[in-house]
């Protein structure tokens, strides 16, 4: 869920004041030589310069004749950065000003309701980071200001383990709780001081007399320089102080003590020497995090604010659009009043943070609460009309203003959440005491979709149970937003009743909620996909989408996307669910404003579609994206199909240590969210049970299926019994044991009776799959081929391929001996249809990477036709025998039999010797002759 992230942050301060102008090549040297490690620490008090130094080597160093291809970044903390969630999303998103593509999945899973451990989130940081070819310095400016032990862990986590690319920067005026002695022991950090900082004699020479032009004598610059003792912000302040005074010298020897003293005692001076409207703007702007024009105007008075009109206490009056507020800032910073730009363009500042400690203090010595009151009113004002919701919120809290915190809510909340900013809302909700949300219905309701989004289902329903919302007087869009909520839980517990919540939301809500309805008409279609009734779903699903894209509401359309490609998939429409999956991405690609949020992922729906038309490539380059955007999401269906997915074409591609560990790391993603069971985890097992299969590890199968059970929802229900199905089939072909018959009849009956009752298709055509394999392996050959018909039919309009190709060399065998059977049956077109698929499947076989050869598994299967002369052989043939025979009559070479059949010419060559003596000839010609007469071949 996107967390809005100010921009200002991320602003690597450029040159603003005239003791930047100095020279300090001695502290670039410094500067230069920490950065060949790890971690640089600068840290010294408040007005040292850390912030001025940094910036100006950063614009030396990045000067076109300098670069070294080195990328720069910076971020300016504050106190809401203790958040470790916050502090960890502005850092990649400083990391990203240089290398934009980088870490998108961790940002989405820094935004995820229950985002994972923040260990796993920067080890794939970490990992993402060592690919960089560039260097990267990232500068964390003000970092005494995080005091979280929780970030101080993490943080010294990502250095311990910090990529050669990346160097860090702490600025700070106190060492940070980290192990700095011992990354200074092992010569992995260097430090710079506030002793290396201090201006020496000739910088405070150069500063005051060059650049101030204040022509003071040497002794005097002495005297500054010691009693500031070289404090940057003290020469500053007392250069401000020295302008048009005409005793300098007395006032140089009028001041001592420390820079705090020495710094108030300065500003003071400053202070009184400014007109009453500077002064007076710079108190009221004081409250300001960051200022602009417009909204200092939108704040200050011209009136003094420690006195009214009559002399008492200062009531302030309207604001006065005319104060040329933009012109005031500018003029600030020409006088070198401590404000620094936070952009290029001379729209935003702030003010030095130590002065407005100072204003601040001033401000509530002399104004009356409620005036001060006035001001953070009006700056909240400002903000919400221009968008900047969580800024007014901060000022209606600095009172704290509950009246004003409860209208934002109650204005915005819907906003937000459509917007998918969930975790503003969640923090604004969190302000906000307990009882008070309990006895307002529009409180109650947000705080109700928070805690349904974020999974917390219990705690939702306790919420939606307030007294607020159980009055018969409730309006009836509230009672409709209430019903909306109530839907989608039930909905998540596949209770029954979430269509009658759904369709009282959409009775319910009026006209003008369409943003609700919409919302209302997915809930709809999600109850009736739940129910089987696949036709109704799929037909309100596709109207959500048409009103969700007209009203461009990109997140809704979304969701409705992701449900419709479900359920296309489960009923293997491939093609469609194709098409809803690009429609999709279309969308993403091409729509305006905010990003919709991760979680359904499209990539993740194609994923799993592009394998089962054989699509590999297509499908790992989605997985891949998918995965990475949807990890630590509410989602953890996808997340467990997506890897499963993903797992399969490892395994198709040779890759089995890969396959296992696709599986192994979504299970401990799961792990590290305390998600101890869930239908996500059992599909997770069923699919390793199937790699171990396919990997011939048996008795690891066996361990799964003696410690699991099959869950009750449908989907992985069938997943679960089609997984039972091949082991007893894996069982039966080492033992020939009859009781594993009856046990795979028995389970395939469950998978057919719950995949009728529930509408899934994709079910019925892998049972009649297995049922063919089965069949098969008994020697049964018309029950095989009767099976394999049903499940052809059912895949051939959808495109699968990938269920019959994940089978192997048996299902091969079988498409062989059905091929030669098809051959001979009466021609129509679904026996033309038929042969054509037929064909497709054993061309994509004949495309999978070599494996050994397993002919003699087939158990020497035969076509059994009785009006043929199969029982003279001397011995059956072997489906592999079959296909050679065939290849033999179209006229192929050995070699080019080895090639169709990706196998060498020495095993071409044993089959034609067996096929030989099985059919006691001694010539290919003879061979031909021999199997027409057979009837092995037609023609």
């Known amino acids: 869920m996107a967390l809005p992230l100010l921009q200002t942050k991320l602003y690597i301060p450029r040159r603003q004041t005239p003791a930047a102008l100095v020279v300090r090549p001695r502290l670039f040297a410094q500067v230069a030589a920490g950065l060949a490690g790890r971690l640089l620490v600068v840290s010294a008090p408040t007005g040292f310069g850390k912030s001025t130094l940094l910036s100006e080597w950063i614009a030396q160093t990045a000067a076109p004749a300098m670069s070294d291809g080195t990328k720069f970044a910076w971020l300016s903390l504050d106190d809401a950065d203790n958040a470790p969630t916050q502090f960890w999303s502005y850092f990649v998103a400083a990391l990203q000003t240089a290398f934009p593509s980088l870490a998108a999945g961790v940002a989405a899973l820094l935004q995820a309701p229950e985002p994972p451990p923040t260990q796993s989130i920067l080890t794939i940081l970490i990992n993402e980071l060592m690919a960089l070819a560039d260097k990267i310095v990232l500068v964390l400016d003000d970092y005494h200001l995080i005091q979280n032990d929780a970030i101080q862990d993490a943080l010294t986590f990502l250095i311990d383990h910090q990529p050669p690319c990346l160097h860090l920067v702490l600025l700070t005026r106190s060492d940070p709780p980290l192990p700095l002695a011992r990354w200074r022991a092992r010569g992995q950090m260097a430090e710079i001081r506030a002793a290396d900082l201090r201006c020496t004699l000739a910088e405070a020479t150069e500063f005051l007399n060059e650049q101030m032009a204040l022509d003071l004598p040497l002794d005097a610059v002495a005297t500054l320089e010691q009693r500031t003792e070289g404090w940057v912000a003290g020469l500053q302040l007392a250069a401000l102080s020295l302008q048009g005074r005409a005793d300098r010298t007395a006032f140089v020897h009028a001041f001592s003590g420390s820079h705090r003293h020495v710094f108030s005692f300065l500003v003071e001076e ?134 004003r915190a409860i209208a934002l809510v109650e204005r915005h909340a819907m906003k937000l959440l459509m917007q998918s900013e969930l975790m503003l809302l969640r923090k604004w909700m969190a302000h906000l005491p307990g009882e008070l949300i309990r006895t307002r219905p529009r409180l109650a309701l947000a705080q109700g979709w928070v805690l349904d989004i974020v999974g917390q289902l219990d705690a939702a329903d306790e919420m939606l149970n307030s007294p607020a919302l159980q009055t018969p007087a409730l309006p009836a869009e509230l009672a409709g937003e209430l019903a909306l909520i109530r839907a989608d839980i039930t909905n998540l517990r596949h209770e029954p009743t979430a269509l009658l919540w759904a369709q009282q939301a959409l009775d319910l809500l009026p006209p003008q909620r369409e943003d609700l309805r919409v919302i209302a008409r997915i809930e709809i279609g999600l109850a009736h996909m739940r129910r089987g009734e696949l036709a109704a779903a799929s037909q309100t699903l596709h109207e959500v989408v048409t009103l969700a894209e007209t009203a461009e509401n990109r997140f809704v359309a979304l969701d409705a996307y992701a449900a419709l490609c479900s359920i296309q998939i489960r009923q293997g ?213 009767a099976a394999l018909t049903a499940a052809l039919t059912l895949a051939e309009p959808g495109g699968c391929l990938r269920l019959f190709l994940d089978e192997g060399e048996p299902m091969r065998l079988l498409f062989l001996d059905f091929r030669f059977w098809l051959a001979r049956q009466p021609s129509d077109e679904d026996q033309a249809r038929l042969s054509a698929y037929t064909d497709k499947l054993l061309a994509a076989f004949a495309d999978q990477p070599p494996a050994e050869d397993q002919s003699e598994i087939a158990t020497h299967t035969t076509l059994q036709d009785p009006k043929s002369k199969i029982q003279n052989l001397v011995e059956p043939l072997s489906s592999r025998e079959l296909e050679v025979l065939h290849l033999i009559a179209a006229g192929l070479s050995n070699q080019e039999i080895a090639a169709r059949l990706v196998v060498t010419v020495g095993t071409v060559k044993s089959h034609v010797n067996h096929l030989f003596g099985k059919l006691a000839v001694t010539s290919r010609t003879q061979a031909v002759a021999r199997a027409r007469e057979l009837g092995l071949l037609t023609g």
């Open 573 to 785: 429409q491939l093609f469609h669910a194709v098409q809803s999956c690009e429609q999709a991405l279309r969308m993403v690609a091409g729509g305006g404003g905010p990003p919709p949020p991760p979680p359904p992922r499209p990539e993740v729906n194609q994923g799993e579609v592009r394998p089962a038309r054989n699509d590999l490539s297509g499908a790992t380059e989605a997985l891949t994206q998918g995965l990475r955007l949807l990890q630590g999401t509410i989602e953890k269906m996808p997340l467990a199909r997506g890897y499963a997915a993903l797992a399969r074409i490892q395994q198709t591609q040779g890759d089995l240590a890969g396959a296992l560990a696709s599986l192994a790391q979504a299970e401990t993603w799961f792990a590290q969210l305390q998600i101890a069971e869930t239908p996500a985890l059992a599909w997770l097992a069923s699919h390793r049970a199937r790699l171990w299969l396919r990997q011939g590890d048996l008795a690891a199968a066996r361990r799964w299926a003696g410690t699991s059970n099959p869950p009750a929802e449908t989907e992985v229900a069938c997943d679960h019994w089609l997984t039972l199905v091949r082991l007893y089939l894996a069982q039966y072909r080492q033992s020939a044991a009859s009781a594993l018959l009856g046990e795979i009849a028995t389970v395939l009956a469950a998978v057919r009776t719950r995949a009728e009752a529930d509408s899934w298709p994709l079910y019925l055509l892998e049972g009649q799959l297995l049922q063919a394999l089965t069949s098969h392996v008994q020697n049964d050959l018309p029950g095989a081929f």
């Open 270 to 403: 400053v202070l009184n020497r400014c007109s009453q409207g500077v002064l007076s703007f710079l108190l009221q702007t004081s409250i300001l995090e960051q200022m602009c024009g417009p909204l200092c105007d939108a704040v200050v008075h011209t009136r003094r604010l420690d006195e009214d009109e009559h002399g008492g206490p200062a009531t302030p009056p309207p604001p006065v659009s005319s104060l040329q507020s933009q012109a005031m800032l500018e003029q600030l910073l020409q006088a070198n009043l401590f404000i620094v730009p936070l952009d290029d363009t001379g729209t935003w500042y702030r003010y030095h943070h130590l002065f407005a400690q100072v204003l601040r203090a001033r401000l509530q010595l002399q104004v009356e609460p409620a005036a001060v009151g006035e001001l953070h009113r009006r700056a909240s004002i400002w903000h919400e009309e221009n968008g900047l919701l969580d800024d007014a919120m901060r000022h209606a809290l600095a009172l704290p203003d509950f009246v």
